[in-house]
């Protein structure tokens, strides 16, 4: 009867794995990718790679909260983390503009963040970049593709990926006693091994990844409930939803005090960001300085370390204070939700996003993802490996465009990733289209790759587009050394951050050398065995 | 936290050696049931612990995500030692305490 049942278990495993395989790839790739997005488009403008943080960071970022909250009211000052390594100041400003049925409203002008340096306080120009966002909008909205399509693709490749993970646990009899075994055989024993280790060992990531990636693709595939209450007036929705979020919150006391603009000095926001009650100055991550029309003064101090997986986007931890009173007025604590369904859908929206996580934290996520992309990729190979000698009695056609694909994807993916980096350091700064170009260097490399692959005998196509890579990574931070640099002490003396990139390039460069030194054992036997 | 990450390391490293064909691969003592029992308790047991002691310190919810987070690494590298150096895996438990040791007071 289990056997029965496993059988096409075992079908439904395969099919569902590999007819979206690529994409998933693809997506795996670029998706933990995205858990360094803001490093990656901070390695991919060199302006902001000067700025380090210093004993004068603090005294800058306050000095330029004031500056700015003499133009507008609402002031968010960002501190440097261990994600990024400049000061971001973002003023909002309000302004009066008429609505369509000539009422006069405020509506908030969105301006972009300022950003300078942490040790000479300079306003830093980045770049134009896609830089990290590219790669974070590839994974779930894949690219000029109208995004509902987009989400549509993805959202199959995605539950395609769940039936994968739950077919694979009731195939997978042996889950706790083969946790350990791992055979690196050239057989097809071996690529089981490798297609199972990753998968058991990051089993709850897996199935939180794919569950939330789900989830944060509801609007799109399962949109008849929004419908059917709010109709077309999906704003609506949006905006109840909003407030579910933080229906919990506690509404601020009204300070007392009524202070005048001229009361905002740099002694009187120390004395609130020194606070007893406050956070620890250390662990101040970013301070918002909001003043209502002369009635009040608040600074809303929001810490860099997050308490809890809650804590994303707009509902992190805060305290607020009243700048003149100095008391206490408001207190965040994520959840900040009173409704269980919301704190299970932020959860999971969280977990996937990964907005909470600290640097070490992050990078056991992105091990994870890593993990993820070993998953798919030697799924896709499992697939070829188990049907070789098949293929060998009787040529098929789908043999031929799994192998092509697998190449095609697998390692073309990496060496337009690394092409893309290149193009970021070659392009002009001026350049009008510098992103689109980028963008278009990233597709193009991808695109030789897949017809290289059908062009070329595939193992060898293999050593060879390996060894590109392997080319192409090894040489980034000779590049960006040479581009970059001003004097080679610069090497050790920028952010570690910029330190890591280098130490990452090198290490994905001796990976793909090793699997290309693999391929050219195959080669090797395989030219041997000819003779 | 590196303390949290060799716990469960040597949690892992304690249910394998529990198992028999990992305890063959990597004890050059004779097989020995009772032994086998104890490191698999311990094991167990240390994986409870370090569980807890991450909620402790982190949070219950960032707590259970660093465990998540540390047990995927932990299991690989502990498969990868066992299929290439079963024998050294051992010394490279010392090793590795050592290392995040050093890390820990660098």
Redesign the interface.
Known sequence: MAREFRKPMTWLHTWSGVIVGWLLFAIFVTGTSSYYRGEITLWMQPETHKSVVSENTFDIALEKALKASQKSKNVTVTLPNSRTNMIAVKAEMQNKSNTKNGNQRQKRKRIPSLYYDANTGELITPRETAGGNFLYRFHFELYNIPRKVAHWIVGIATMSMLVAIITGIIIHTRIFKDIFTFRSKDNTRGWMDAHILPGVATLPFLIMITYSGLLLLNSALMPWGAKAHYGDDIRAYKQEFRTLYTNGVDKPSIPQSRATKTDLTKEQLLKVLYHKDSFDVKNIGRFIITQKNNESTTVEIIPKEAASIFSFKGLKESKTFDLYTLEQINMKNPPLSNSTIVNVNSAFISLHMAHFADSTLRFFFFIAGVFGIILSGTGLVLWIEKRKKKNLEKKSFGFYLVEKLNLGTMSGIFIAIAVYFIANRFIGVDELMRKEYEINAFFIAWLFSYIHAFFRDTLSAWREQLLIAVALFISLPLINATIVFDSLSEFYTRDSIFIYFDIFFVVMAVVLAFIASIVNKKIKAKDLKKC | ?LISIYLIYLA?VMI?LG?DK?YKSVMTIKENKTLKKIFKTLGILLLTITFFILMYNE????GI??W??????A??L???I???KAKLLPLISVVFFIVLCIIKYI
């Open positions: 936290m892992f394998c198992m990992h949070g219950i919810s960032l995500t660093y998540i987070g540390i047990a995927a690494p299991i690989t502990i498969a990868m066992l299929n290439y």
